[in-house]
């Protein structure tokens, strides 16, 4: 990460500011995922500041950014923490998740055009060749997800959507840890790519609040 000291030198103040907490932001937001920080751990800004070698101002306009994402938790004169997943939380998480993206995946069986299915296809075997390889199989499921949300064209739904899946990053047991999940989550994708095909929007509703429903039964 370019020092703050090398971004001022090439860009007007306001500016250099701006991206150096984004890219703190970022820096962060990999390492939380990374399980580099763990959920329930304290943010020792300090030392954060010295690896990162900057002042303790962008690292806070960052920890604030992640505070709005859900993926800090702030507490008053005890500083910042990485958020930890109850399992009422992650409950929350995927009632809302299958609520807006039931209602994505019927908008698309009735409105996609034939291309934006073909690259939800193309998505969907890259899933087929991936289920052996879990890391690349969770990047392309999240892929898929958000290319149909995407396709469905509500950019409202579509942030939320992107911020919820974020916190979900946090939760200690993702559904697709579960042995036999992956195999489980592929046939769903498979019976929803058929109704979205079939243009039967009630059917591809029904079908991606199901995959959720059972995503949070294998994540408890």
């Known amino acids: 990460m370019p020092a703050a000291s090398e971004i001022a030198a090439t860009a007007p103040r306001t500016l250099a500011r701006r991206a150096l907490y984004e890219d703190v932001a970022e820096r962060l937001r990999q390492q939380i995922f990374a399980r580099e920080l763990e959920p329930g751990s304290w943010i020792d800004e300090q030392k954060l500041c010295a690896e990162y070698g900057i002042s303790r101002t962008p690292l806070r ?25 109850s399992s009422q939380d992650v409950a929350q998480v995927y009632h809302l998740l ?13 409105s996609a055009s034939d291309a934006q299915l073909e690259a939800l296809e193309a998505l969907h075997q890259r899933l087929e060749k991936q289920q052996r390889q879990h890391d690349a199989f969770f990047a392309a499921n999240e892929r898929f997800h958000l290319e ?73």
């Open 98 to 110: 299958a609520l807006l993206e039931s209602d994505a995946a019927g908008e698309v069986a009735r």
């Open 148 to 220: 149909l949300l995407e396709i469905a064209g509500n950019r409202w739904r579509t942030q939320i959507v992107t911020d919820l899946r974020k916190v979900m990053k946090l939760n200690r047991h993702h559904s697709l840890f579960k042995r036999g999940r992956i195999a489980e989550s592929l046939h769903e994708h498979r019976a929803l790519m058929q109704a979205l095909r079939a243009r039967d929007a009630a059917q591809a509703a029904r079908l991606m609040k199901a995959h959720f429903e059972n995503g949070l039964e294998a994540a408890a």
């Open 61 to 85: 306009e960052a920890l604030k950014v992640l505070a709005v994402e859900g993926l800090v938790t702030m507490r008053l004169r005890r500083g910042a923490y990485v958020t930890e997943m």
